[in-house]
């Protein structure tokens, strides 16, 4: 005979996994799911490779990462991105739930090699692509776009060089991230452009209008409107002017506990050890609520039986 007591905390695990799931989607060169290099410039190069490995953040499939290699010829000319934008249609927004207002989790993994010869405060930033829309998603005419910048010289708390030849996990969602703008306002003398205000939070950029310094673009009023997250970025450069190596793995990013996402780089014939999308459990807050309840009613089973 089936314990009940059993089967009803069973099925109620399961249920409660299904709700507070974290994927890992496996990117390679064969099968990028939208991933590409960009802003590929002379003298840099971008691609998955196996040279420095990091294991995934979810599965222990772990035998690539992005690569990014400056070999300095032309003084501040350096620089190669890899990214995936999301948004597609001009007409209409592509994920309405992807928000900075909704924004959970936003972390990566990134290497810096010791032969890299450019400033040791340099790593691969993490940017987000942003478009700030004034309510008419179906003109695209008033919309603004731009990135959130992550670098870890602009934090409080960095030490002043950048540790090499390991791999440093940056949970940076608390971060603060500088911006650049792109036609902010075009009858402005400069209308796109760095934003130079660099103790900004996420949360800052979203409370108030704010500025830079005198002459630089002024973005819009991110508490008016709706901000969207349209993509996600990363590299080296621009600007760089001497050779270096770096790598990044894991880049995660969460809006809400339904649209939770790390992506694993990979090259293509590991990518065959396991299917392209893995959802496993994870203890957020509302995961670990949910389970604490469960636990909680099936030991009142447990003792209601009993007696």
Not at 60 to 74: H, K, M, R, Y
Not at 277 to 303: D, E, H, Q
Request: proline letters at 7%; one cysteine or more; glycine letters at 6%.
């Amino acid at each position: 005979m089936i314990n009940k007591s059993y089967l009803l905390f069973t099925l109620l695990v399961l249920f409660s996994f299904s709700l507070f799931a974290q994927t890992e989607d496996v990117i390679t060169t064969a099968t990028p799911a939208g991933w590409a290099p960009a802003n590929v410039r002379a003298d840099t190069t971008v691609a998955i490779t196996p040279l420095q490995p990091r294991e995934g953040q979810v599965s222990a499939l772990g035998d690539s990462s992005i690569e990014f290699n400056t070999q300095f010829v032309t003084p501040g000319q350096d620089k190669a991105d890899y990214q995936y934008i999301w948004q597609i249609s001009l007409t209409a927004i592509d994920f309405p739930n992807r928000t900075l207002n909704n924004l959970t989790q936003l972390s990566y993994n990134y290497y810096r090699d010791s032969s890299s010869a450019v400033a040791a405060i340099l790593h691969p930033p993490l940017r987000l692509a942003w478009l700030h829309d004034s309510g008419t998603p179906a003109d695209p005419t008033d919309d603004t776009f731009g990135f959130f910048i992550y670098e870890a010289v602009y934090q409080p708390s960095f030490g002043g060089t950048i540790a090499t030849d390991t791999w440093i996990s940056e949970d940076i969602f608390s971060s603060e991230f500088w911006l650049f703008c792109s036609d902010c306002d075009p009858s402005a003398a400069v209308a796109s452009g760095v934003v130079q205000n660099f103790n900004l939070t996420l949360s800052d950029w979203l409370a108030a209008p704010q500025t830079g310094a005198p002459g630089d673009p002024i973005p819009p009023d991110f508490s008016a409107g709706t901000l969207y997250i349209v993509g996600i970025n990363t590299g080296v450069g621009s600007g760089w002017s001497a050779d270096s190596l770096m790598y990044v793995d894991n880049i995660r990013i969460a809006f809400g506990a339904a649209d939770d996402v790390v992506f694993n780089f990979e090259d293509d014939l590991s990518a065959f050890a396991l299917p392209p999308a893995i959802a496993v459990p994870t203890l957020n807050l509302y995961g670990l609520i949910a389970l604490t309840l469960l636990l909680l009613a099936f030991f009142a089973l447990r003792v209601h039986k009993k007696e």
